[in-house]
């Protein structure tokens, strides 16, 4: 069995124990899975006051201004979003916050039978025809140049919110909001296409509210020795733009023709303290009577909002603050900083209303288009699925139930195996708009029979894909014998257009290489779906063979492409040339484990651990442990015929339930009173109601060292 366990370094794991409080074994794994102390933040928290602000994308206030012009205007807006779970997440969020805010004339479109991914000639036709003067595109655009120039020469005005990668040039749109356009702004490069959704109906209320444009000063003094010690932010949008820091002795004179503090105050800005009178005191005891400054005090209305606070001084409560551990700068600043934000947050009416419901479908989003669950990403990700497990959207509480899901704590895998194939069916089987139509619906007729539906086009495309792999399971076993195991592609009629990406996967998921699968169309085009491997970026070994597409894009792990029937010999004969350039594909990996684990920690403390860890999905895999030397109690008969292995084992001196669902070993080649080596990962069953805890097992072989020796 061979695995892969990586170094760590012993000071990044004593720093991480001593400054977040974590158990050695998960400090451990933090170090070892690549964890730097700033991206802390992103591991614990689980508030919107934590996200990245909105306006940092460089066209965010463009975006936004815009868009709140036309609904004052009465203008005819229209949001393009596409097929997938994103683009429908993504569609949804736009258009009900949009109706929320009062957008009168607002129409939505999604690609429907075989119309192809992104604007296309004819929607440009459509959008004029239909009066249009603010188109919003979604989870497409930033490849649409031809289409964009032609809206803005019709007078349309055209918002891009995406996260592809573009091209070499631009769309010449209104605003453009992707933050894999170099030069975007935004710290992150790496959220779904329903995050960035979200972002731009964020700043749109922001914008609405009165905290947009206003500025202040939180000021802190505190005494240090024989001296004042006096801190300043300057605020703008709740966002620091400055900040100053003076430390005035109490045993010299103060010449006050020299201070940069007091220039940094005289800028007519309301200067705001926690406690005024503890603040006066300190800088009458720096300045003496010569400087007057007028202080507002947060303490009386925070401790509304935030009544455990009440009789804290500013340096208790930094004592205790979340924020402290995440910041290098002064504590108790950082501490007053983080009390503004959230007193302005969810102190201002109607900022924060109906925002669970928009972070849930972010989720489901982000989890459905395999985004890295880190940064925001895994910010929105808890955020949406504890809200889902609270208190689910209405418009999913019968779709949940029917899944086994509605009252129960909701994981990602629950969302990436159940909820969101439902949604993508929809739009494999080229009716996004039925899914969109649920997510968007408050009636409750109306959601049962769209959600029969949803489950009832589901069944229809498991039906479709089971056929169309039975049909196509040669064609890819030749091309990937002719591409001599680095590559396949699948071509041929009966492959429906919306299933090119499930079949990609499917295919990929079986060779472990790049594969392709294109469908036909009825106008004489083929579109293809391309879906990739870690090392391989799919989007850009598309681009070197743009010259045969009318359209590409996607991202490093999927993408795909439309060509002219005609075109795809030349394009299969250039292929040939650059394939065999590559790295041949197929080989395993070695499993990469987070710890090597003694059987004493085998314990119910380590599924805590695992809580700590989820959500688990892209760039953040379930933990793995490696347990040596363990006896086999029982092995149990398969049911209905599967072929997985159900066993359990003791060890610690407790009987733990097992399942190994990839075993490739034939029957009674394990047996009870065995000794083996486990990797596996630590599970939650949930089974009639109940929670039970079982080893979910990725790799088992006898074991050699009968001692198990560590």
């Not at 994308?57 to 609904?71: G, H, N, P, Q, Y």
């Not at 188109?135 to 055209?158: E, F, K, M, P």
């Not at 001296?227 to 010299?252: G, K, M, P």
């Not at 681009?543 to 009318?550: K, M, T, V």
Request: glycine share 6%.
């Amino acid at each position: 069995m061979e695995y892969e366990l990586k170094e760590s370094s012993p000071e990044l794991v004593t720093s991480l124990m001593e400054k977040f409080g974590l158990d050695s074994l998960s400090a451990t794994i933090l170090a070892r899975r690549g964890a730097e102390e700033k991206d802390m933040v992103w591991f614990f928290e689980e508030d919107i006051v934590f996200q990245h602000s909105p306006f940092l994308f460089l066209d965010s206030l463009d975006a936004v201004e815009r868009i709140e012009e036309a609904i004052e205007g009465g203008e005819n807006i229209a949001v393009y979003g596409d097929r997938d779970c994103d683009g429908i997440t993504s569609t949804a969020i736009l258009v009900k916050e949009l109706k929320r805010m009062g957008a009168g004339n607002l129409t939505y479109r999604l690609p429907l039978g075989d119309e192809p991914y992104g604007l296309t000639d004819e929607l440009v036709d459509e959008f004029i025809k239909n009066g249009i003067t603010l188109l919003i595109t979604v989870d497409n655009g930033i490849s649409a140049l031809n289409q964009i120039r032609a809206l803005r020469n019709n007078g349309i005005d055209t918002i891009v919110l995406d996260h592809h990668l573009p091209g070499d040039e631009f769309p010449p749109a209104y605003a453009i909001l992707d933050p894999k356009v170099e030069g975007s702004g935004y710290p992150f490069s790496d959220p779904a296409a329903c995050l960035v959704a979200f972002k731009t109906m964020y700043a749109l209320r922001f914008l609405r509210s009165p905290l947009y444009g206003s500025e202040c000063i939180l000021l802190h003094a505190s005494p240090e020795n024989e001296s004042v010690r006096i801190d300043a932010y300057r605020i703008e949008n709740l966002e620091v733009t400055s900040r100053i820091s003076e430390v005035i002795s109490l045993s010299s004179g103060y010449d006050i023709s020299r201070s940069s503090l007091l220039k940094f105050l005289s800028c007519s800005l309301p200067v705001i303290v926690l406690d005024r009178d503890v603040e006066l005191k300190l800088l009458r005891k720096a300045f003496g009577n010569k400087v007057d400054i007028v202080l507002e005090e947060l303490r009386p209305r925070i401790e509304k909002l935030i009544p455990r606070i009440k009789g804290k001084s500013l340096y208790d409560l930094s004592l205790v603050s979340r924020v402290v551990r995440y910041s290098d700068g002064n504590s108790e600043m950082e501490t007053l900083l983080s009390l503004f934000r959230s007193y302005s947050l969810y102190g201002t009416k109607g900022l924060m209303d109906g925002l669970d419901e928009l972070v849930q479908l972010v989720a489901i989003g982000t989890i459905a288009d395999m985004m890295k669950l880190e940064n925001e990403n895994r910010l929105f990700v808890k955020m949406g699925l504890k809200r889902m497990s609270q208190k689910p959207l209405k418009s999913l509480s019968y779709i949940l139930s029917k899944l086994g899901l509605f009252g129960r704590n909701i994981h990602a895998r629950d969302i990436s195996y159940n909820l969101s194939p439902l949604i993508n069916s929809s739009g494999r089987m080229g009716k996004p708009d039925v899914a969109l139509s649920l997510l968007l619906s408050d009636d409750e007729g109306d959601i049962e029979r769209i959600s029969e539906e949803l489950i009832a086009l589901n069944k229809e495309r498991q039906r479709s894909t089971d056929e169309s792999i039975s049909l196509t399971e040669e064609i890819a076993e030749s091309s990937y014998e002719h591409f001599a195991h680095r590559f396949l592609i699948v071509s041929d009629p009966s492959i429906p257009r919306g299933l090119t990406g499930n079949l990609a996967s499917r295919f990929l998921n079986k060779f472990k290489v790049p594969s392709v699968v294109l469908a036909y169309t009825e106008d004489g085009k083929m579109v293809a779906s391309i879906r990739s491997g870690k090392n391989f970026n799919a989007k850009e070994f598309l681009s070197l063979f743009s010259s045969h597409f009318l359209f590409y894009g996607g991202h490093g792990a999927a993408a795909g492409f439309t060509i002219e029937k005609d075109e795809y010999p030349k394009f299969l004969s250039s292929l040939e040339d650059v394939v065999y350039t590559y790295e041949e594909g197929g080989e395993d990996e070695p499993l990469v484990i987070d710890s090597i684990l003694p059987e004493r920690m085998l314990s119910d403390s380590l599924w805590s651990i695992r809580e700590r860890f989820e959500p688990f999905g892209q760039g953040n895999p379930p933990l793995l442990f490696l347990l040596k030397n363990v006896r086999i109690r029982e092995i149990y008969p398969n049911r209905n015929g599967a072929s997985y292995l159900r066993f359990s084992v003791e060890a610690n001196d407790e009987i733990w339930p097992c399942v190994f669902w990839e075993n490739d070993k034939s029957e009674g080649y394990f047996k009870p009173y065995e000794m083996v080596d486990l990797v596996f990962s630590p599970e939650i069953n949930y089974y009639k109601g109940i929670d039970h805890k079982q080893l979910l097992i990725k790799a088992m072989e006898k074991s050699i060292d009968s001692q198990g020796g560590f």
